[in-house]
């Protein structure tokens, strides 16, 4: 017995240590974005892929991820969409500061929610996602499924050169910050030109569509297939069939769908028509038909989040975000680092853009602090001549009212797309204390002054 003794101990030892954490290292590489046997592409991405690695959990787990940086630039992880703690949020300048090239820092992801989320850097942004750097989180709800497989589907759009190269030349572009933003020539799928997805006749996907483009809004059709809604950024909602089987959807945002294929072999093509409508990927439907007796529409609602959804509108703290600026707008003149200034110094400083008369940056004064628990009422007004996706860090709030309209379905996001002349009003109880970014996820338009935060104390 007294020889067995220290292996037993050992064996509990190992049972008690903590996990070792998932090392995600940002570092460069290449991959095939023209065509599938085409020149490769210089890019950087998580473990040197893109998307970076797909990361699954369950609802309620923490995840330990170890982030390690192989780049020449600082970095940081976001994790885009979970209620986190706030040290975890990864806004570089605002919750930790940036990590340097060779260095590493240890985030711990605790998801309330399930659902689709993704992860990306928030140091340079606007530069770093467009040469790769994002991935999926895919957070699991407990209990049986209503489905057979998940299909992640990540659309992206790339600026490429002649070479077949990431135009690195146009980085930066004022043109692109006081426009739409950064628009790409060629689109993938979860880093592919044109995936194929094999699937059997009859069976049900769940379909977790993210949009990680800088700055294009996708309309995405599904032509033939039905697809139902289930769930927008993460939080479900009540199921309906997808209008014209078209999806629209814009940077940051994610619906989650479930289809029922039919039960004969044949091929769907899924088009992105943003533009001129073209092939993005499609579902090749081969093998043994899956036999199914409850076709769609059944209950296929997802089990509700934790969510704090009781919001106290009489008692709410109310705070406009008024946008303003870019080309062809009205602003003539902004804030910035607490000078007024007019449009010629702007420029010259990469300011375009404000909220609330500020072209902000992480060093302003906080827009608001509000008391844990409280509930914020904000009406989103968009002065200007471009569309915008408004985001708001650590929250999940509910669309109210558009243009005075109330909404009808009950609809809880982490990013809401505000087209021109347009006002949305959101509201959610700020439940979660720390610093917190509010900004547009057209990534250029957020670098060149759409950006503010807010306190929860």
Wanted: charged content about 25%; some cysteine; glycine content about 8%.
């Amino acid at each position: 017995m007294g020889l067995m003794l220290p292996a037993l101990v050992g064996r509990a030892a190992v049972r008690a240590a903590e996990p070792e954490p998932r090392v995600l290292t940002a570092r460069k590489g290449r991959a095939a974005l023209w065509e599938t046997d085409g020149p490769l592409t210089d890019i950087w991405g998580y473990d040197g892929r893109v998307p970076g690695p797909l990361l699954t959990m369950q609802q309620g787990e923490t995840l330990e991820v170890r982030f390690k940086n192989e780049l020449e630039q600082p970095s940081t992880i976001h994790w885009h969409g979970i209620r986190i703690e706030n040290a975890y949020d990864g806004v570089a300048g605002l919750t930790q500061p940036a990590v340097e090239p060779g260095e590493t820092f240890d985030y711990r992801i605790k998801a309330p929610d399930a659902g689709t989320y993704w992860y990306h850097p928030h140091n340079r942004s606007w530069e770093q996602l467009a040469r790769g750097l994002y991935g999926v989180l895919v957070v699991e709800e407990p209990g049986p499924k209503a489905y057979d497989r998940d299909v992640v589907l990540a659309f992206d759009d790339w600026r490429l050169d002649e070479a077949r190269q990431i135009d690195v030349a146009s980085l930066g572009a004022m043109h692109d910050w006081a426009h739409a933003g950064r628009l790409g020539n060629v689109l993938t799928v979860n880093g592919q030109p044109y995936p194929r997805f094999p699937a059997r006749p009859g069976e049900r996907l769940r379909l977790r569509v993210v949009n990680t483009a800088n700055a294009r809004i996708l309309t995405i059709r599904f032509s033939g297939l039905a697809p139902h809604l289930v769930a927008l950024d993460g939080q479900p909602i009540a199921p309906e069939l997808l209008a014209d089987e078209t999806l629209v959807i814009s940077p940051s945002q994610r619906a989650d769908l479930m289809v029922d294929l039919p039960t004969e072999a044949r091929t769907f093509t899924i088009e992105e028509a943003s533009g001129q409508p073209f092939a993005a990927c499609e579902f090749v439907l081969d093998g043994d038909p899956v036999a199914r007796t409850t076709p769609l529409p059944e209950d296929i609602s997802l089990p509700a989040n934790p969510l704090p959804t009781a919001l106290d509108m009489d008692g709410a703290l109310t705070q406009d975000l008024l946008m303003e600026g870019g080309a062809m707008g009205r602003m003539s003149g902004a804030m910035l680092k607490g000078e007024q200034r007019g449009m010629r110094e702007l420029v010259d400083a990469g300011k375009v853009w404000s909220f609330n008369g500020i072209a902000g940056s992480h060093q302003d004064p906080a827009a608001f602090t509000v008391a844990r628990g409280r509930t914020v009422r904000m009406p989103i007004i968009n002065d200007t001549r471009w569309p915008h996706a408004i985001h708001v860090h650590g929250h999940h709030f509910k669309v109210v009212s558009r243009n005075g309209a109330a909404v009808a379905r009950e609809e809880w996001r982490d990013t809401v797309l505000a087209d021109p002349g347009e006002r949305v009003e959101i509201a959610f109880v700020a439940d979660n204390p720390g610093k917190w970014m509010v900004h547009c996820h057209m990534l250029e338009h957020q670098v060149a002054g759409m950006m503010s935060w807010f306190e929860v104390t």
